[in-house]
C-alpha cells in the first residue's frame, strides 16, 4: 500500500473495476476457444489447413459485415447442435460468404 487514504467510495470503484476488467477478459477467452474451434471446424470441413481457414474466416468476416468471434461463436454452435434462431439468423447472412460447398446444419456426416 502506498499509504495514501482512499476517498469514500473508491474501494466500490476500483472493485466494479476489477468486476468489467474480469468480465471482459473471461470472454474474450471464451472467444479465443471458439475461434480456435471455429478454425478446426473449417479446416475439417473444407479440408484445407489451419491458415487457409483462418483466412477464409477473416474474408467471411470482411465481406458479410460480422465480427469473427461472431462468426465463430455460430459455426460451432451450428455444429454442436446449440444454435439458436438468431444463431440461424447469422449464419443464413454468413453462408453465402463461405466456399462453394456450403455449411449445414450440424454436424458433418459421420461425426
Known amino acids: 500500500m ?8 473508491e474501494p466500490a470503484r476500483r472493485a ?6 474480469v468480465a471482459h477478459l473471461t470472454e474474450a477467452v471464451k472467444s479465443q476457444r471458439d475461434i480456435g474451434m471455429a478454425i478446426g471446424l473449417v479446416s475439417a470441413r473444407f479440408g484445407c489447413s489451419t491458415e487457409q481457414a483462418w483466412r477464409t474466416m477473416l474474408r467471411v468476416s470482411q ?29 443464413a447472412k454468413i453462408v453465402e460468404h463461405l466456399p462453394a460447398s456450403g455449411w449445414s446444419a450440424g454436424p458433418a456426416p459421420g461425426e
Open 16 to 21: 466494479d473495476e476489477l468486476r468489467d476488467q
Open 63 to 91: 465481406d458479410s459485415n460480422t465480427k469473427i468471434r461472431t462468426i465463430a461463436r455460430v459455426l460451432v454452435a451450428t455444429h454442436d447442435g446449440t444454435a439458436d434462431a438468431a444463431d440461424d439468423e447469422v449464419l
Open 2 to 9: 502506498s499509504g495514501t487514504p482512499l476517498s469514500p467510495g
